[in-house]
């Protein structure tokens, strides 16, 4: 169950405020509200895909690996987020494994509810095409990225995207980040990222320190997204 406060939160929410009253009535009610804690994870890639997640707060990270365990895609759910949107009316399985980078707070919607409760509002059904069409082009963004031939581009440009994801919520992304992880993110090795990340630090372009991440020259980042 959810309270009269979490109702309204979700009806003001764009995934759900075009759903016709009578069919959002019957949707908060198979609604749940839960709290996660950090490390715990949300489902397993090829588990049944029977729930989204919308983060009311904290933040989730989502990784899928190759059949050798070799090769990996990540990426990162900031609060607010519905998840997981790709495969929406189609897929039966998750695709991939989202787990919680910090304690954070969520609502488990049903998906086959959800998906009919959608159907009914044409406006509803805008939104999620536009959702997956903003999905999409930061996507290409991404592989913009890795096809980059230098891989100390690569750590700049992956840095660059968290600036630009994260900018609205300040110069520091509000989640720990491993070295090892920046290292996924582009494609490269530890090593790497940390001889990028020192001159980086050298040069006062970040501050780096127990897997805080802060940009102290953010147009230096961003500059890469002029002109799109």
Do not use: W
Not at 38 to 44: A, M, P, S
Not at 197 to 222: A, G, M, S
């Amino acid at each position: 169950m959810i309270t009269k406060d979490d109702y309204q939160l979700l009806r003001l929410h764009p995934a759900f405020a075009n759903i016709p009253v009578e069919f959002f009535d019957k949707l908060a009610i198979e609604i749940s509200s839960r709290t996660i804690s950090k490390g715990q994870v949300l489902f397993y890639s090829g588990d049944r895909r029977d729930r989204f997640f919308l983060l009311v707060e904290g933040y989730a990270r989502i990784e899928q690996f190759d059949s050798s365990d070799q090769f990996s895609y990540m990426d990162y759910i900031k609060k607010g987020a519905l998840l997981p949107f790709g495969g929406i009316f189609q897929d039966e399985r998750y695709h991939y494994t989202a787990s919680a980078v910090t304690d954070l707070r969520c609502f488990v919607i049903p998906v086959n509810l959800y998906e009919a409760c959608v159907q009914e509002s044409k406006e509803q059904l805008l939104y999620i095409t536009r959702k997956l069409s903003s999905i999409i082009e930061f996507q290409e963004l991404r592989l913009r990225n890795v096809v980059t031939a230098s891989a100390k581009e690569r750590v700049i440009q992956s840095l660059a995207i968290l600036c630009k994801d994260y900018e609205e919520l300040g110069d520091k992304i509000p989640f720990p980040i491993s070295m090892k992880e920046i290292a996924k993110l582009a494609a490269t090795t530890r090593e790497t990222v940390n001889q990028v990340l020192k001159n980086l630090v050298e040069n006062k372009k970040i501050h780096y320190e127990r897997k805080q991440l802060t940009f102290i020259d953010p147009d230096y980042f961003l500059r890469s997204f002029e002109g799109e």
